[in-house]
């Protein structure tokens, strides 16, 4: 059975109906299907697609319900003076662990912000049919504010330089230091020769700040576009020699950079840099989301 096939199946099976009729899914459960081993790591996915469920104008406590479960613990031990031993208590006590109940909706942004470099999360996208809602998704991010555009471009961009670096490794890119010289061409390119560092210190951020974190909207759809473009040059031509991968990047970066100055766009150098950054955005969001939560629990009548 080809493995998106199968990947369907395994999404269908964990599906639960409730006593109204209404379908969902358990976070724990999805977790596993999706290639999560820690569910640390799974949360960063959930608190990513809540941000883009309020994005997408949604209601994020509908959609991802935090609910508690139940899960037994090892049997527990006491001292056994006449075995003169450790004996079972008999007991088996629980612990209570949080776990969320989701929608079809919910499922689907969790694919969409997860680790594309796992296969199951990339059968997955091509099981919720990315394509068909990529009309629908322009026409939201051109009615989103300016905060909300960046969470949106920079949520974009952190999958697809997943994909870049994967194609990068392809092409015989193997180290740290290679890696940053490779992302550093395509940077010149589009920065009129500026590499990473330099950009940095043009916005005045110390060594610790990402400066994809520290940009605009307009300054994120431009990066994003030469990343998304030079993972895509680096598969269709097959390129295994890392040299030949930078001159590509550089390329890429030098066409978008064109296109800019061809519709009379400001260059992406002198675009003004943002107060707060993205992780800043991101956290006031889930601030929002999870306080709303938490208010809306202490609200409920006790009954």
């Known amino acids: 059975m080809p493995l998106e096939k199968w990947q369907a199946k395994k999404f269908e099976d964990i599906k639960h109906i409730d006593e109204y009729g209404h379908e969902y899914w358990l976070?724990?459960?999805l977790q596993e299907i999706l290639g999560y081993a820690q569910w640390r790591r799974f949360c960063d996915a959930i608190d990513r697609?809540?941000?883009s469920c309020k994005l997408n104008?949604?209601?994020p406590q509908y959609h991802f319900a935090g609910i508690g479960k139940m899960v037994d613990m090892p049997m527990g031990k006491r001292f056994d003076n006449?075995?003169?031993g450790f004996a079972d208590t008999g007991k088996t006590p629980q612990k209570e662990i949080p776990d969320?109940?989701?929608t079809r909706f919910a499922c689907y942004l969790i694919v969409m912000n997860g680790d594309p470099r796992k296969e199951p999360i990339a059968h997955g996208q091509v099981y919720f049919a990315v394509k068909t809602r990529q009309q629908e998704v322009q026409e939201l991010f051109e009615r989103l504010d300016e905060d909300s555009k960046r969470l949106y471009a920079r949520g974009d961009i952190k999958q697809k330089n997943m994909l870049l670096y994967e194609a990068a490794k392809r092409s015989g890119i193997s180290?740290?230091?290679e890696y940053a010289k490779f992302t550093d061409k395509g940077y010149m390119g589009l920065y009129n020769g500026m590499t990473a560092q330099d950009i940095a210190d043009k916005k005045g951020l110390s060594d610790n700040q990402e400066i994809l974190d520290y940009m605009g909207s307009a300054e994120l759809v431009a990066n994003l576009f030469r990343i998304t473009?030079?993972?895509e040059l680096l598969k269709k031509e097959n390129v295994t020699d890392k040299n030949t991968a930078g001159k590509m990047h550089y390329q890429v970066g030098r066409e978008v950079r064109g296109a800019i100055e061809r519709i009379g766009g400001t260059?992406?150098?002198e675009l003004p840099t943002p107060e707060i950054s993205i992780p800043e955005l991101q956290r006031e969001q889930i601030k929002t989301i999870k306080g709303k939560k938490k208010k809306e629990k202490i609200n409920e009548p006790i009954i």
Do not use: G
Request: glycine share 0%.
């Open 175 to 177: 180290t740290t230091y």
């Open 100 to 102: 969320y109940r989701l």
């Open 229 to 231: 473009q030079t993972e």
């Open 27 to 29: 976070a724990r459960e």
């Open 57 to 59: 104008e949604q209601d």
């Open 82 to 84: 006449d075995a003169r």
């Open 267 to 269: 260059m992406p150098e």
């Open 49 to 51: 697609a809540m941000v």
